[in-house]
């Protein structure tokens, strides 16, 4: 059985994502507006206003009640959305750690931008960095189709019986936020019947008044360790279940992103770029070109930040000749950019060959073709032996 074609129509990636989260029939919404994700806000506002959605909006005056708000109705039993950036997810930060903890499964939009410290009203992927360990399954999605289609499924994942884990689905601020782009609206009973199996799965813990269930209890020694240990091994049955959801929402809706993952002509590649966000697809386009010139590179998109898809990289570049990682944010305690450094944890399971790291698309400053033929004109000829750079900063090399 397969998915009816959806309506296409022209939008911009914030009413994208509000018209996903619609569609899966969140009960209590709550979010604070914040540059560049208020249009999210507005939209779904709009909705609930026009009688198209019906959920509980629950006003607030910042986003640290937004996320306890919803933190309360989740364990309660609700299905609930939110979405947010930069400055509004670092004011979360205590009540993300609380979400996490308590294991409710909250479908959260992070609409990717710099963070405070230095004020700056612009993309960048810092800020999901910032909460990179805390406790959440984290995606990162290319363009509005894959925005739109990746919502959905993570409501499958957090609401699995056997996760239940808050989700972040990322998309890169002003880059996709403001971006209007054509893209395949599901139809509503075709989104419903996708998450029609949660329903036979067996209910999640509430908390009932009256009733002895206990949710966010506090922790102590054993107690605490063994509910990190099962926080834990969820977020690692998480990888497989991402990669399951994936194909099954492919079957059926015919669209699929490779799951925790996404090969780009890797197959026979020497050598591989990887990269994230919406900076892929300029990738695979520098990819097509360099191959018309007879040049075997590869791209990754990695789509699971958290957790790590260290199975899947393995698979995908064991035996490659050298690997260049485009970060769009900074690592400080290391020199690489934070997905490099991660990649170069799995060096030797890959063959350890040479991993350059590149930073690039801070605080607005595009990711551009040129830029990205560059970092494999210098992978491909580190693959051939050649002396390289371990880290470049590819806009201050520019100035």
């Known amino acids: 059985m397969k998915a009816k074609k959806g309506k296409v129509s022209v939008m911009t990636g914030n009413v994208v994502a509000a018209n996903a989260a619609r569609l899966c029939r969140p009960e209590v919404v709550s979010c604070y507006p914040i540059t560049p994700q208020s249009e999210v806000a507005e939209t779904i506002s709009g909705f609930v206003a026009d009688g198209l959605l019906d959920a509980e909006i629950v006003e607030v005056e910042g986003e640290n009640s937004a996320m306890n708000v919803l933190l309360a109705a989740s364990v309660a039993g609700?299905?609930?959305?939110?979405?947010?950036?930069?400055?509004?997810?670092?004011?979360?930060?205590?009540?993300?750690?609380?979400?996490?903890?308590?294991?409710?499964?909250?479908?959260?939009?992070?609409?990717?931008?710099?963070?405070?410290?230095?004020?700056?009203?612009?993309?960048?992927?810092?800020?999901?960095?910032?909460?990179?360990?805390?406790?959440?399954?984290?995606?990162?999605?290319?363009?509005?189709?894959?925005?739109?289609?990746?919502?959905?499924?993570?409501?499958?994942l957090a609401e699995d019986y056997d996760i239940q884990l808050p989700v972040m689905v990322n998309y890169d601020g002003y880059y996709l936020s403001y971006l209007s782009e054509a893209v395949e609206m599901p139809e509503q009973e075709d989104v419903d019947a996708?998450?029609?199996?949660?329903?036979?799965?067996?209910?999640?813990?509430?908390?009932?008044?009256?009733?002895?269930?206990?949710?966010?209890?506090?922790?102590?020694?054993m107690g605490y360790v063994e509910a990190r240990y099962k926080h834990w091994t969820a977020m690692d049955r998480a990888k497989q279940k991402v990669d399951e959801i994936d194909k099954e929402f492919g079957k059926y809706f015919g669209r699929s992103y490779g799951g925790q993952i996404e090969e780009y002509r890797t197959a026979d590649a020497d050598f591989v770029i990887l990269a994230s966000g919406s900076a892929a697809g300029t990738a695979k386009t520098v990819v097509d070109a360099k191959r018309a010139d007879g040049i075997k590179v590869g791209l990754v998109k990695q789509r699971l930040f958290r957790p790590f898809p260290e199975e899947r990289l393995i698979q995908a570049l064991k035996g490659k000749k050298a690997v260049g990682v485009i970060d769009r944010s900074v690592g400080f305690g290391w020199k690489y950019g934070p997905m490099c450094a991660e990649l170069?944890?799995?060096?030797?399971?890959?063959?350890?060959?040479?991993?350059?790291?590149y930073i690039d698309g801070l605080a607005n400053?595009?990711?551009?073709?040129?830029?990205?033929?560059?970092?494999?004109?210098e992978v491909g000829a580190a693959a051939k032996g050649k002396a390289y750079q371990d880290v470049t900063w590819i806009p201050m090399e520019e100035v």
């Open 194 to 221: 996708f998450l029609a199996p949660l329903k036979k799965q067996p209910q999640r813990p509430r908390l009932i008044p009256g009733a002895s269930t206990g949710a966010g209890t506090h922790g102590m020694e």
């Open 78 to 156: 609700a299905r609930t959305f939110t979405a947010t950036s930069s400055y509004g997810l670092v004011y979360m930060y205590d009540a993300i750690l609380q979400a996490s903890g308590y294991r409710v499964p909250v479908v959260m939009v992070n609409v990717n931008r710099e963070t405070p410290g230095i004020h700056a009203v612009s993309s960048g992927q810092q800020d999901m960095i910032s909460t990179r360990d805390s406790g959440w399954v984290q995606i990162i999605v290319e363009n509005n189709q894959e925005i739109i289609d990746q919502i959905i499924m993570s409501y499958r």
């Open 344 to 357: 170069k944890a799995i060096a030797p399971a890959i063959g350890a060959p040479p991993i350059l790291s």
């Open 365 to 377: 400053l595009d990711i551009t073709i040129p830029h990205i033929s560059r970092v494999v004109d």
